[in-house]
Antibody, heavy 127, light 107 residues
Framework: EVQLVESGGGLVQPGGSLRLSCAAS????????MSWVRQAPGKGLEWVAN????????YSVDSVKGRFTISRDNAKNSLYLQMNSLRAEDTAMYYC????????????????????WGKGTTVTVSS | DIQMTQSPSSLSASVGDRLTITCRAS??????LNWYQQKPGKAPKLLIY???SLQSGVSSRFSGSGSGTDFTLTISSLQPEDFATYYC?????????FGQGTKVEIK
């Protein structure tokens, strides 16, 4: 069974750090892009970051640049999100998702969609 | 950033209804548009990718269309399990952005 299981969430004070993990199983982890998506309580979805199969390309939303780092360990079938300098507005459910990137055009645009999602892990930033 | 605007934000419908949800991009995104379904307390589920391609295992009552700036998700005959929130998402330019969601409730 294809599965993603997130862990590492919790309560942290503003300015603190957390490291989220996502354990993948049931598919060849090293063959896929991976993503983090978050959802603040009662709000919509927000894409956070993507990473290429070999980790050579990483992209993230501006609001987390310089604070969050996406990484992966293909030997351990695991995806990570290191979150530093946490703020109240980072409070959310964080989902790990498998990405599919294909097609595209001559200007570097690619189709990217997330076809497998974990159940999420909750991050609460509060004093 | 590309802004994605869905309409309506919420709607009430009955089982068996034909439903259309609209997503508009703030600039042309060709067909780089995906649709997801999310039920309360659950993770999102991919329904449609590349504007009109049905994800494997998803019911054929779901369909997507559009290109450029205007897109639609259609449910041909609403079923009880379809009551959920639906999100569009563009992948044309980073950052990928989602619409604000359309909540479909039972009338």
């Amino acid at each position: 069974e294809v599965q993603l299981v997130e862990s590492g969430g919790g309560l942290v004070q503003p300015g603190g750090s957390l490291r989220l993990s996502c354990a993948a199983s049931g598919f060849t982890f090293s063959s896929y892009w991976m993503s983090w998506v978050r959802q603040a309580p009662g709000k919509g979805l927000e894409w956070v970051a993507n990473i290429k199969q070999d980790g050579s390309e990483k992209y993230s939303v501006d609001s987390v640049k310089g604070r969050f780092t996406i990484s992966r360990d293909n030997a351990k079938n695991s995806l990570y999100l290191q979150m530093n300098s946490l703020r109240a507005e980072d409070t959310a459910m964080y989902y790990c998702a498998r990405g599919r990137r294909n097609g595209g055009d001559s200007r570097g645009h690619y189709y990217y969609y997330m076809d497998v999602w974990g159940k999420g892990t909750t991050v609460t930033v509060s004093s | 950033d590309i802004q994605m605007t869905q309409s309506p934000s919420s709607l009430s419908a009955s089982v068996g209804d034909r439903l259309t949800i609209t997503c508009r991009a703030s600039q042309s995104i060709s067909t780089y548009l995906n649709w997801y379904q999310q039920k309360p307390g659950k993770a999102p589920k991919l329904l449609i990718y590349a504007a009109s391609s049905l994800q494997s295992g998803v019911s054929s009552r779901f369909s997507g269309s559009g290109s450029g700036t205007d897109f639609t998700l259609t449910i041909s005959s609403l079923q009880p399990e379809d009551f959920a929130t639906y999100y569009c998402q563009q992948s044309y330019i980073t950052p990928q952005t989602f619409g604000q969601g359309t909540k479909v409730e039972i009338k």
